[in-house]
């Protein structure tokens, strides 16, 4: 009678979890307790084959009838590059594959990935219970790894617009143009909020103010799970046209010392949750279905072996009731043995298992510590359930497989829409000295200038088709020069492009001069900067062009502030128009007055990296502004005026 009581006190949820763990403890012989050969057997009428019944029902059901191996089967997930068979899915009882950045088929084309994945579901459903996948990518500025998906900007881009309507529709598209290739799990939104612009990650996050990233955050998580969460996945989660988000990573990334990628936050914990943590309450709040944890330590104690942070703090603190997931091969990172290592993780929260490369010695040391001991069969089934619930919300048992009726929105015109607008809004005006902007395009000849103005990997950067990005015209989209020729074709607007900024035509004055600059592409490791300067063939390509007779006008592509002095003094005019994606011609938009130009910094721009980190904003007092403070975050000028 005691223990009926206290369960009566507990949320239905937890109610079923603890109603399972006390059949383990009362009935010897059902699954969970090492009966492995004898294990029971589902019929047609058990209750987790019931669509009517609730994720976390139906999760508990099912992992009554799981042996040991089908459960750590379920925790492992790997990179499909490092399949060494597909037989694997089945013998091992994967729970999860993911694309990583550039892990796509051979045929990267939505036919490719969706054959691809449901070839990897066929497997899964081989094995005995049929429990599906979930496939994971990092779709974090569009589907970006499959050629011809729509590329919207970087999350810096979103940050400088700060609409969180549009920031939701993207969300949407990006679900859109990645369920329907098989995927069901998005590794996105980062919620980081970085403090150090020297951080390569930078540009994925929205901005240093923890409002507007968490406004921001938010709304990806509702665009692409809809509403509902976990526990009602009818609202959301189970349609065909979404996909189960993830808030990343928890938590202090972006806070490092010297933005050094994978580093130390040196803050006690108390102040780590207090700066960083109000976007994960929110997006907790709506309803995202996983976590991503960090590979960043915190005062030397790495995140992910810290059951403080991943339990106490996530769990009990905020409330978080689904999936947590190690970062790529993070597990390695933690002090001790591999198996010491997974037991740390483990037993610190981390319920699936990102180790891309490893799932044969991670399922032999994961079981060897369950028998040991070490992990309590308690701690493995919580894992397995919170991973079970996920595939139900997503509706995996009823419909595993690509939802190829959405291939026509892949690419499509209303998302090229979208992305275009999006870059129209995240453009930020820094010059715009005797209003020589907007552009008026009757009878103007421009010479455009640098190579990265018909480039559309520099203006996608990261995270597009590769981990590192790519330089070059490799995906459809627009680019600069793409967006000006298709402009003079219709007005007496004149181009002529030199990739070098060089130009010798005696019979030839040009009105202006549009030069396009900006940081090669990164992703995470290989950005960090110690300098923030631009590299020397585009400084040589400004030099060049500016030297020129006519005024000068400089697009800078990047993934965050960038030390420009030398473009700032000589350029009547300077928009940042960050990393717009595959639709170039948004920029244009603005650059000529189609639309109005309303970006505003979403970080504070330094005079120098001396003066790093620097976080200032224009509502702060001006007589605590530091000296270092090139324009304070929330800066950017207007057509109709200019603020200081």
Same mark, same amino acid.
């Given at each position: 009678? /005691?223990?009926?009581?206290?369960?009566?006190?507990?949320?239905?949820?937890?109610?079923?979890?603890?109603?399972?763990?006390?059949?383990?403890?009362?009935?010897?012989?059902?699954?969970?307790?090492?009966?492995?050969?004898?294990?029971?057997?589902?019929?047609?009428?058990? *209750?987790?084959?019931?669509?009517?019944?609730?994720?976390?029902?139906?999760?508990?059901?099912?992992?009554?009838?799981?042996?040991?191996?089908?459960? $750590?089967?379920?925790?492992?997930?790997?990179?499909?590059?490092?399949?060494?068979?597909?037989?694997?899915?089945?013998?091992?009882?994967?729970?999860?594959?993911?694309?990583?950045?550039?892990?796509?088929?051979?045929?990267?084309?939505?036919?490719?990935?969706?054959?691809?994945?449901?070839?990897?579901?066929?497997?899964?459903?081989?094995?005995?219970?049929?429990?599906?996948?979930?496939?994971?990518?990092?779709?974090?500025?569009?589907?970006?790894?499959?050629? @011809?998906?729509?590329?919207?900007?970087?999350?810096?881009?979103?940050?400088?617009?700060?609409?969180?309507?549009?920031?939701?529709?993207?969300?949407?598209?990006?679900?859109?143009?990645?369920?329907?290739?098989?995927?069901?799990?998005?590794?996105?939104?980062?919620?980081?909020?970085?403090?150090?612009?020297? +951080?390569?990650?930078?540009?994925?996050?929205?901005?240093?103010?923890?409002?507007?990233?968490?406004?921001?955050?938010?709304?990806?998580?509702?665009?692409?799970?809809?509403? @509902?969460?976990?526990?009602?996945? =009818?609202?959301?989660?189970?349609?065909?046209?979404?996909?189960?988000?993830? *808030?990343?990573?928890?938590?202090?990334?972006?806070?490092?010392?010297? @933005?050094?990628?994978?580093?130390?936050?040196?803050?006690?914990?108390?102040?780590?949750?207090?700066?960083?943590?109000?976007?994960?309450?929110?997006?907790?709040?709506?309803?995202?279905?996983?976590?991503?944890?960090?590979?960043?330590?915190?005062?030397?104690?790495?995140?992910?072996?810290?059951?403080?942070?991943?339990?106490?703090?996530?769990?009990?603190?905020?409330?978080?009731? @689904?999936?947590?997931?190690?970062?790529?091969?993070?597990?390695?990172?933690?002090?001790?043995?591999?198996?010491?290592?997974? $037991?740390?993780?483990?037993?610190?929260?981390? =319920?699936?298992?990102?180790?891309?490369?490893?799932?044969?010695?991670?399922?032999?040391?994961?079981?060897?510590?369950?028998?040991?001991?070490?992990?309590?069969?308690?701690?493995?089934?919580?894992?397995?359930?919170?991973?079970?619930?996920?595939?139900?919300?997503?509706?995996?048992?009823?419909?595993?497989?690509?939802?190829?009726?959405?291939?026509?929105?892949?690419?499509?015109?209303?998302?090229?829409?979208?992305?275009?607008?999006?870059?129209?809004?995240?453009?930020?005006?820094?010059?715009?000295?005797?209003?020589?902007?907007?552009?008026?395009?009757? =009878?103007?000849?421009?010479?455009?200038?640098?190579?990265?103005?018909?480039?559309?990997?520099?203006?996608?950067?990261? +995270?597009?088709?590769? +981990? #590192?990005?790519?330089?070059?015209?490799?995906?459809?989209?627009?680019? $600069?020069?793409?967006?000006?020729?298709?402009?003079?074709?219709?007005?007496?607007?004149?181009?002529?492009?030199? /990739?070098?900024?060089?130009?010798?035509?005696?019979?030839?004055?040009? =009105?202006?001069?549009?030069?396009?600059?900006?940081?090669?592409?990164?992703?995470?490791?290989?950005?960090?900067?110690?300098?923030?300067?631009?590299?020397?063939?585009?400084?040589?390509?400004?030099?060049?062009?500016?030297?020129?007779?006519? /005024?000068?006008?400089?697009?800078?592509?990047?993934?965050?502030?960038?030390?420009?002095?030398? $473009?700032?003094?000589?350029?009547?005019?300077?928009?940042?128009? +960050?990393?717009?994606?595959?639709?170039?011609?948004?920029?244009?938009?603005?650059?000529?007055?189609?639309?109005?130009?309303?970006?505003?910094?979403?970080?504070?721009?330094?005079?120098?990296?001396?003066?790093?980190?620097? #976080?200032?904003?224009?509502?702060?007092?001006?007589?605590?502004?530091?000296?270092?403070?090139?324009?304070?975050?929330?800066?950017?000028?207007?057509?109709?005026?200019?603020?200081?």
């Amino acid at each position: 009678m /005691p223990i009926v009581k206290l369960l009566c006190g507990l949320d239905r949820r937890l109610f079923l979890f603890m109603l399972f763990i006390l059949t383990l403890v009362f009935l010897p012989g059902c699954a969970g307790v090492e009966k492995e050969g004898n294990p029971l057997v589902p019929t047609e009428s058990s *209750l987790y084959r019931d669509s009517r019944r609730s994720p976390s029902e139906r999760a508990a059901d099912l992992l009554g009838y799981m042996n040991l191996d089908e459960k $750590i089967g379920q925790m492992i997930q790997i990179d499909r590059q490092f399949l060494k068979s597909d037989e694997h899915i089945t013998t091992y009882g994967l729970g999860s594959l993911l694309s990583g950045g550039g892990s796509v088929p051979k045929d990267n084309s939505p036919e490719g990935w969706a054959d691809m994945i449901d070839s990897y579901q066929r497997r899964a459903l081989e094995t005995r219970l049929a429990i599906p996948l979930l496939y994971g990518i990092d779709a974090v500025h569009g589907n970006n790894n499959l050629r @011809g998906a729509t590329i919207f900007p970087h999350n810096i881009g979103l940050g400088a617009g700060n609409n969180p309507k549009l920031v939701e529709e993207i969300g949407k598209a990006t679900a859109l143009e990645s369920v329907a290739i098989g995927v069901n799990w998005n590794f996105s939104p980062s919620v980081a909020i970085p403090k150090d612009i020297r +951080w390569g990650r930078t540009y994925e996050g929205f901005s240093e103010d923890p409002q507007i990233v968490a406004a921001l955050g938010t709304a990806l998580v509702r665009g692409m799970q809809g509403a @509902g969460g976990l526990s009602q996945p =009818d609202q959301g989660l189970s349609l065909s046209s979404t996909l189960m988000a993830t *808030l990343k990573h928890f938590i202090g990334d972006g806070g490092t010392l010297g @933005g050094r990628d994978q580093g130390d936050v040196p803050l006690p914990i108390e102040q780590v949750m207090e700066l960083f943590v109000l976007p994960y309450e929110k997006g907790i709040a709506a309803g995202a279905g996983s976590v991503m944890a960090t590979y960043n330590s915190i005062r030397g104690t790495k995140v992910h072996g810290s059951r403080r942070l991943l339990t106490t703090e996530l769990r009990t603190n905020l409330g978080f009731e @689904g999936l947590l997931v190690s970062d790529w091969a993070a597990i390695k990172q933690l002090p001790g043995s591999p198996t010491q290592q997974l $037991i740390q993780g483990v037993n610190a929260g981390i =319920d699936m298992l990102m180790v891309p490369d490893d799932y044969h010695d991670t399922s032999i040391r994961l079981r060897a510590a369950v028998l040991d001991n070490a992990i309590s069969m308690e701690r493995i089934d919580q894992a397995v359930f919170r991973i079970l619930e996920a595939k139900f919300a997503l509706g995996l048992f009823e419909n595993p497989f690509a939802h190829r009726q959405y291939f026509d929105r892949i690419g499509s015109q209303d998302h090229r829409s979208l992305a275009r607008q999006a870059v129209r809004e995240s453009v930020v005006m820094l010059k715009n000295e005797n209003q020589i902007l907007p552009l008026v395009d009757s =009878d103007l000849t421009i010479l455009l200038a640098g190579s990265r103005a018909h480039d559309i990997g520099s203006q996608s950067g990261g +995270w597009t088709l590769t +981990w #590192q990005g790519f330089e070059g015209n490799l995906i459809p989209g627009t680019t $600069i020069k793409d967006a000006l020729i298709h402009r003079s074709s219709q007005t007496g607007l004149r181009i002529i492009y030199s /990739p070098d900024g060089t130009f010798h035509d005696p019979g030839i004055d040009p =009105d202006l001069i549009l030069v396009v600059v900006g940081e090669e592409p990164y992703a995470e490791m290989m950005g960090d900067s110690e300098d923030l300067t631009l590299p020397v063939n585009d400084r040589e390509v400004f030099q060049r062009a500016s030297s020129l007779n006519a /005024p000068v006008i400089t697009i800078v592509f990047s993934g965050r502030p960038v030390i420009i002095p030398e $473009i700032l003094e000589n350029s009547a005019g300077v928009l940042a128009a +960050w990393l717009p994606g595959s639709e170039g011609a948004g920029v244009i938009d603005v650059l000529f007055g189609d639309v109005p130009v309303t970006g505003t910094l979403p970080f504070t721009w330094p005079k120098g990296v001396q003066y790093l980190p620097l #976080q200032f904003g224009v509502d702060d007092d001006p007589a605590t502004q530091p000296p270092g403070v090139l324009f304070p975050r929330g800066f950017g000028l207007t057509y109709t005026e200019e603020r200081d």
